[in-house]
């Protein structure tokens, strides 16, 4: 009787962790779609372990990081988000399975503050072109 008990709480300890991943990736989903970004993609989620040395100890930490795909204009970009904190970032644009380098592109961006700066005239990155179709949404 008792391993049955613990096997049941075992149980709900598990599917209560692995609802609190998935909300943190609602949550994410939520806030791109607040921004006003519709073609969004299914969430995924990495663990970042880090570890540093302080003195004679090793300190470990992990963060889990949110990544989503959305597509603007034609473009795929990826925005990633460190779980339980504000704001989120682009990560790299995706362009015929190519990832260039976009330096300096803006944090926190809306789906219209992504329009105007694909349509600005700012650098772009390698293979932006291809991508771009300024008549989609």
């Not at 607040?34 to 963060?63: L, N, W």
């Not at 990633?80 to 190519?98: F, T």
Request: hydrophobic content about 35%; charged content about 30%.
């Amino acid at each position: 009787m008792n391993t049955k008990v613990a096997s049941m709480l075992l149980a709900v300890g598990l599917c209560a962790s692995l609802v609190g991943c998935s909300s943190k990736e609602d949550e994410f989903v939520a806030e791109l779609k607040a921004a006003g970004f519709t073609a969004i993609g299914e969430p995924r989620s990495e663990s970042e372990k880090k570890s540093k040395k302080v003195g004679k100890r090793t300190i470990k930490s992990s963060q889990k990081v949110i990544e989503v795909t959305v597509r603007v204009k034609g473009c795929d970009l990826e925005f990633e988000k460190v779980s339980g904190q504000a704001g989120y970032w682009l990560d790299e644009l995706h362009v015929n399975g190519q990832e260039p380098d976009w330096p300096g592109y803006p944090e926190n961006l809306k789906q219209q503050d992504v329009v105007t700066v694909f349509a600005g005239g700012q650098p772009k990155p390698d293979g932006f072109k291809d991508c771009y179709k300024p008549n989609e949404a």
